[in-house]
């Protein structure tokens, strides 16, 4: 030990083993501090590293999301008011449908009244008819049998005409009944229809408008991360 305690007293040769011995120590020493130094930042840096590559990630994910939803927004307005242009030709349509239907239920109705005006006029000319049999009847006595003959005859042909066109009346007058209903149940039916159709665009007209504020609201929200072109 005190050889040990006096080896600043030693030779040249031994002081330089020694203070190599030395220096060798400090400088392992001052290595090891460095690799645990520079361990301990790239230890900070790799977290730091890794919080932002989340960071990226995330905001990757949140652009690649509002580009699908972008996307299906604009793909479903498309349609949205590819149906709307369909239905509003389909109304129009319609609309020519329904005014065509109320003209011929007009048309419809005048020859319902043209007909009652005719049967009124038939039974004017049945009671004359009457009428004249009963004149007939009180003037038998100044009557041929020839002229009584053809009387008779001239009476049943007229009565026969009567109720072949009484019957001729009321098969036309059934006819335009039927139609008249039929007409105004169709107009009924194409009525409900427009009402349903533009219930379905004031529908669609709303959820356009639901879409344009969606696509607006992800451009404000996203604007600092897509891309300028969408």
Known sequence: HQDESHWPLADTKELKVKFDDIFAATRYTKALEFMRKYKKEQTARVKVLKSELSLWEERFGTLEKARRELSSVR??????????????????????VIEDLRQRSDLIEEKEQRIKAADAKKRAKRDQAVALDDNIVQDLDVISDAQLNEMIIDMDTQVNRFHSDQEARKRRTRDVKADLDSNNKE????????????????????????????VTACKTRYSDELPRDL
Request: no cysteine.
């Open 75 to 96: 793909e479903e307005e498309l349609e949205l008011k590819a149906s709307k242009q369909r239905i509003e030709q389909e109304m129009k349509m319609l609309q020519d």
């Open 187 to 214: 107009i009924v039916e194409r009525s409900a229809l427009k009402g349903q159709l533009q219930a379905e665009i004031d529908i669609q007209t709303s959820r356009i408008a639901d879409l344009r504020r969606l």
